[in-house]
């Protein structure tokens, strides 16, 4: 069985829209797919018509990727099988979207100031760009940096969040995300599954990760992703091995944001078999 429970789409940083997402995962074979855009939930009422629809035999995981401070980092905290339409995660996604909104403000205006004149980027016009690009959707760093190689002022993406809109660019502006409890704290009380997303892609000293899996044990999450798109079986192993340590379930997924040589859905490592998935109790049978 084919399990991808991490995915993103246009109503987040992704690229293909709900009904888009869905055929591509049914077509790679993948059984059961959860999508998890960045702090909203819009993505499932249309991912559910599309299954629908075409009749696909894919089983659609409610989700969410949820953004928290701890340390000064930004972690991830994905929810799975929530009830999407409960009111207080409804608020509370909604505050994280006006958190965005008032990052970008900032990140417009720092943006403004250290471009180079040459290139007109007022804070307006940037920002106007980037709503260009959000679609009345999340408002993400990701439509920053697209607009920023649009315009040439870099050459790649990646380029983007290291000069301007990473934790060290010229452009970061720290946000007010929830805590790192208050997102599981939230999730479980949806009846959903709190998992620590990709524990070894924050930056982080390998001390600080397991201080963070520890942490995030200590606050009763449920799991860590241990299968990560992109990844050697040392990284899987050692993701394994925390997971077992502080007895936390195991998640994976592919991190799906776009069609590319890189990611696809459901093409992940198998977990080893010391790990306790987190789906062992779910109910895998399809709806539609
Ligand atoms: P945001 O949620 O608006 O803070 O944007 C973060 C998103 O940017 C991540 O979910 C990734 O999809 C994307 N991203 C791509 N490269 C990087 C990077 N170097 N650092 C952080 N985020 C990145
Ligand atoms: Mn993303
Ligand atoms: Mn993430
Ligand atoms: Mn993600």
């Given amino acids: 069985m084919k399990i991808d429970l991490h995915s993103h789409t246009k109503c987040s940083d992704g690229e293909l829209s709900p009904e888009e997402l869905v055929l591509r995962a049914s077509n790679k074979g993948v059984d059961v797919l959860a999508i998890t855009d960045h702090d909203t939930v819009s993505a499932l009422e249309p991912a559910r018509d599309a299954i629908h629809k075409h009749k696909l035999p894919l089983k659609l995981v409610a989700g969410v990727e949820i953004s928290t401070r701890w340390h000064g980092f930004e972690i991830h905290v994905v929810g799975l099988n929530i009830d999407d339409k409960q009111p207080e995660l409804v608020a509370l996604l909604t505050q ?17 100031r250290v471009l ?15 709503l260009e690009k959000a679609q009345g959707q999340s408002i993400s760093r990701v439509h920053f940096a697209k607009t920023l190689l649009e315009a040439g002022i870099v050459d790649r993406m990646q380029q983007a969040f290291d000069k301007y809109l990473g934790r060290k660019g010229k452009a970061y502006a720290a946000p007010e ?4 409890e208050q997102a599981i704290a939230a999730i479980q009380a949806a ?10 892609r924050y930056d982080l000293k390998n001390k600080w990760v397991r201080k963070l899996v520890d942490y995030f044990a200590e606050h009763k999450g449920d799991a860590i992703e241990v299968g990560l798109p992109r990844q050697n079986n040392n990284e899987l192993i050692q993701l394994a091995t925390y997971a ?22 459901g093409s992940l490592l198998p977990l080893p078999e010391f ?14």
């Fill in 191 to 200: 009846g959903g599954h709190a998992v620590l997303a990709h524990p070894t």
């Fill in 177 to 180: 995300w929830i805590s790192v």
């Fill in 116 to 130: 180079p004149e040459s290139y007109g980027f007022t804070a307006e016009i940037i920002m106007q760009k980037v």
């Fill in 244 to 265: 077992q340590q502080a007895k936390l379930k195991s998640s994976q997924g592919s991190d799906f944001h776009r069609v590319s040589s890189y990611t696809e859905l």
């Fill in 275 to 288: 790990c306790e998935p987190i789906w062992t109790d779910w109910n895998m049978v399809n709806p539609a």
């Fill in 96 to 112: 994280q979207q006006n958190t965005r909104d008032k990052r970008a403000e900032k990140i417009a205006a720092k943006l403004a």
